[in-house]
């Protein structure tokens, strides 16, 4: 366990106000970079926990120990856990190179407690130390367990041209207007979610591709439609693996699949563990 510098993150809360025992959907979320800016707003009222993580054991460990001691805390903490490999941006912002690490979030101002492993008795002395900030701070609510409504924001320009052409059926022109929307914006999430998913529309609506490896991508985006995302994955990976050549391609669709189901999904969290063993 070690220490390490931070940077300001304040100018990227939201400003809205955070009401008395606000909901949260899990201990420990799944974060982005929507999701870090509302937390950042919590943490003007509630002390939040930063856990940036890798697929690494130690990570695993180390997120099952937060998860433990957050759910005993009785909502005095909320928790945010980044993932280096899929939001580097994030890890980057608060000068984190190396997962895991943990952060408090105070009123917006992220403060390092650790990097690498800690232990329950390590964790608490240092939470505790956090509650003892936050309280010289007057950052003392708690938060509850329950439904979040969605956060309500206003689209681009940019993004509702993309979406009037998606409602018109113009496939090809979404799709290059959401790539468009990526050059300009590598880090718009949103967008790079909505071009996968016109690439789906567009790969099952044009006629079939010959080949070993497109019916394997048929398969898969099948699957998927279907609604059996854990097979759609599954079929990509056990190709994966025993591919010799091509990979990189396979590679590039599990990606796009990830981004496609959701990255904090249970079936991408367990996919992403096992492409990294077949990596490293």
Sequence with gaps: MSNFGAMDLSGLANKETQPEGAAISSWLVRGDEDTLRRYLTLSEST????LIT?????STRLRQLVNEVLAGSEGRFAGIEIDITSNPQLAQAVA????PAMLAILAGQPAPLFQGEATKEQLLNVLSQVLSLAAKKNITKTVTLGAVAPIQKEL???HQAALAALEANDLNLAHSLY??????YPNDSEAKAS????????RMSSEPEQ????????????????GNAAGSLAVLLDA????????????????????????????????RRRLATMLF
């Design 47 to 50: 002390p939040v926990l930063m």
């Design 54 to 58: 890798d697929q690494s054991d130690v």
């Design 96 to 99: 984190v190179d190396k997962a």
């Design 156 to 158: 681009s320009p940019e």
């Design 179 to 184: 790539e468009k929307i990526i050059t300009e």
């Design 195 to 202: 071009l996968t998913q016109v690439k789906l529309m567009l």
């Design 211 to 226: 080949g070993e490896l497109a019916e394997l991508f048929r398969s898969a985006d099948q699957m998927l439609i279907a």
């Design 240 to 271: 994966f693996e025993m591919a010799t050549d091509r990979r990189d391609e396979i590679r590039d669709r599990l990606l796009e699949l990830f981004i496609l189901i959701g990255d904090s999904e249970p079936e991408v969290l367990a996919a």
